[in-house]
Protein backbone atom coordinates (compact mmCIF):
# COMPACT_ATOMS: atom_id res chain seq x y z
CA UNK A 1 0.00 0.00 0.00
CA UNK A 2 1.18 3.31 -0.48
CA UNK A 3 -0.12 7.18 -1.11
CA UNK A 4 -0.41 8.56 -4.63
CA UNK A 5 -1.90 11.39 -6.02
CA UNK A 6 -3.57 12.44 -9.06
CA UNK A 7 -2.97 15.28 -11.39
CA UNK A 8 -5.88 17.31 -9.48
CA UNK A 9 -3.69 16.91 -6.37
CA UNK A 10 -6.26 14.22 -4.85
CA UNK A 11 -4.88 11.77 -2.75
CA UNK A 12 -5.50 7.95 -2.68
CA UNK A 13 -4.32 4.55 -1.62
CA UNK A 14 -2.59 2.95 -4.54
CA UNK A 15 -4.44 -0.68 -3.05
CA UNK A 16 -2.92 -3.01 -5.96
CA UNK A 17 -1.10 -1.95 -9.00
CA UNK A 18 -1.32 -4.63 -11.80
CA UNK A 19 0.36 -3.46 -15.12
CA UNK A 20 -0.42 -0.38 -16.29
CA UNK A 21 -3.48 0.20 -14.16
CA UNK A 22 -3.61 0.77 -10.70
CA UNK A 23 -6.82 0.11 -8.10
CA UNK A 24 -6.97 3.13 -5.49
CA UNK A 25 -9.27 3.73 -2.27
CA UNK A 26 -10.14 7.26 -1.55
CA UNK A 27 -8.89 7.34 2.12
CA UNK A 28 -11.93 9.89 3.17
CA UNK A 29 -14.99 7.82 0.74
CA UNK A 30 -13.64 4.32 0.79
CA UNK A 31 -14.64 4.35 -2.77
CA UNK A 32 -12.40 2.28 -4.99
CA UNK A 33 -11.71 3.08 -8.08
CA UNK A 34 -8.90 2.29 -11.21
CA UNK A 35 -6.89 4.44 -12.89
CA UNK A 36 -3.69 4.23 -15.30
CA UNK A 37 -0.87 4.11 -13.32
CA UNK A 38 1.23 7.20 -15.75
CA UNK A 39 -1.57 9.17 -14.28
CA UNK A 40 -0.46 8.71 -10.18
CA UNK A 41 2.51 10.32 -8.79
CA UNK A 42 3.76 8.66 -5.37
CA UNK A 43 3.50 11.21 -2.04
CA UNK A 44 6.81 11.02 -0.37
CA UNK A 45 7.22 11.16 3.46
CA UNK A 46 3.04 10.55 3.89
CA UNK A 47 2.72 6.58 5.30
CA UNK A 48 -0.11 4.87 3.56
CA UNK A 49 -1.38 4.75 6.89
CA UNK A 50 -1.35 7.97 8.16
CA UNK A 51 -3.35 8.47 4.50
CA UNK A 52 -5.59 5.65 5.82
CA UNK A 53 -6.18 7.71 8.70
CA UNK A 54 -8.23 10.15 6.97
CA UNK A 55 -11.70 7.73 6.73
CA UNK A 56 -12.50 8.98 10.67
CA UNK A 57 -13.86 12.63 10.56
CA UNK A 58 -12.09 15.32 12.64
CA UNK A 59 -14.84 15.91 15.00
CA UNK A 60 -13.93 11.53 16.08
CA UNK A 61 -10.35 12.00 15.63
CA UNK A 62 -10.45 15.03 18.66
CA UNK A 63 -11.88 12.67 20.89
CA UNK A 64 -9.85 9.86 20.07
CA UNK A 65 -6.19 11.56 20.81
CA UNK A 66 -8.25 13.09 23.90
CA UNK A 67 -9.61 9.62 25.27
CA UNK A 68 -6.59 7.22 27.06
CA UNK A 69 -8.99 4.49 27.24
CA UNK A 70 -12.18 3.51 27.60
CA UNK A 71 -12.79 3.96 31.22
CA UNK A 72 -12.44 7.92 30.30
CA UNK A 73 -14.50 7.19 27.15
CA UNK A 74 -17.36 5.99 28.84
CA UNK A 75 -16.89 9.18 31.27
CA UNK A 76 -17.38 11.25 28.49
CA UNK A 77 -20.20 9.09 27.04
CA UNK A 78 -21.69 9.44 30.30
CA UNK A 79 -21.80 13.17 30.04
CA UNK A 80 -22.67 13.03 26.46
CA UNK A 81 -25.77 11.39 27.19
CA UNK A 82 -26.98 12.24 30.77
CA UNK A 83 -25.04 15.27 31.37
CA UNK A 84 -24.49 18.03 32.93
CA UNK A 85 -23.47 15.85 35.75
CA UNK A 86 -22.12 16.98 39.00
CA UNK A 87 -18.79 16.02 40.28
CA UNK A 88 -20.38 14.14 43.45
CA UNK A 89 -22.54 11.79 40.98
CA UNK A 90 -19.80 11.20 39.05
CA UNK A 91 -17.59 9.69 41.60
CA UNK A 92 -20.35 7.85 42.74
CA UNK A 93 -21.34 6.88 39.27
CA UNK A 94 -17.76 5.86 38.00
CA UNK A 95 -15.09 3.54 39.07
CA UNK A 96 -12.50 5.94 39.18
CA UNK A 97 -10.50 7.45 42.29
CA UNK A 98 -11.03 11.45 42.67
CA UNK A 99 -7.36 12.35 41.33
CA UNK A 100 -8.09 9.64 38.10
CA UNK A 101 -11.40 11.61 37.55
CA UNK A 102 -10.10 15.17 37.97
CA UNK A 103 -7.21 14.07 35.35
CA UNK A 104 -9.65 12.73 32.72
CA UNK A 105 -11.69 15.90 33.55
CA UNK A 106 -8.71 17.70 32.80
CA UNK A 107 -7.77 16.54 29.55
CA UNK A 108 -11.29 16.44 27.94
CA UNK A 109 -11.61 20.38 28.95
CA UNK A 110 -8.36 21.10 27.41
CA UNK A 111 -9.55 19.12 24.03
CA UNK A 112 -13.07 21.39 24.58
CA UNK A 113 -14.87 18.07 24.85
CA UNK A 114 -16.36 19.67 28.54
CA UNK A 115 -16.83 22.42 30.39
CA UNK A 116 -17.47 22.77 33.82
CA UNK A 117 -20.93 24.04 35.07
CA UNK A 118 -22.86 24.58 38.43
CA UNK A 119 -25.32 21.69 38.49
CA UNK A 120 -27.58 21.70 41.36
CA UNK A 121 -25.62 24.46 43.49
CA UNK A 122 -22.66 22.13 43.19
CA UNK A 123 -19.27 22.12 40.50
CA UNK A 124 -20.10 19.82 37.69
CA UNK A 125 -19.39 18.83 34.15
CA UNK A 126 -21.21 19.10 30.91
CA UNK A 127 -20.18 18.25 27.23
CA UNK A 128 -19.68 20.75 24.97
CA UNK A 129 -20.71 21.47 21.11
CA UNK A 130 -17.61 20.11 20.21
CA UNK A 131 -17.52 17.04 22.42
CA UNK A 132 -21.29 16.20 21.42
CA UNK A 133 -19.84 16.22 17.73
CA UNK A 134 -17.06 14.19 18.44
CA UNK A 135 -19.55 11.49 20.26
CA UNK A 136 -21.81 11.77 17.50
CA UNK A 137 -19.11 10.81 14.61
CA UNK A 138 -18.13 7.82 16.67
CA UNK A 139 -21.82 6.80 16.36
CA UNK A 140 -21.76 7.02 12.96
Known sequence: MR?????????YLLVKESGDACKLRDPETGAESHRPADELDPVDGESPLATASRAIPAPARRILTAVPDERALGL???LGERGPLPVRHLLDAA?????????????FRAAGLVEERRVGGERGYATTDRGDEGLAALRN
Not at 3 to 11: F, I, M, P, Q, W
Request: proline residues 0%; charged residues 35%; contains cysteine.
Open 76 to 78: LVE
Open 95 to 107: DLCESDLLGILTE
Open 3 to 11: TVRDESGDT
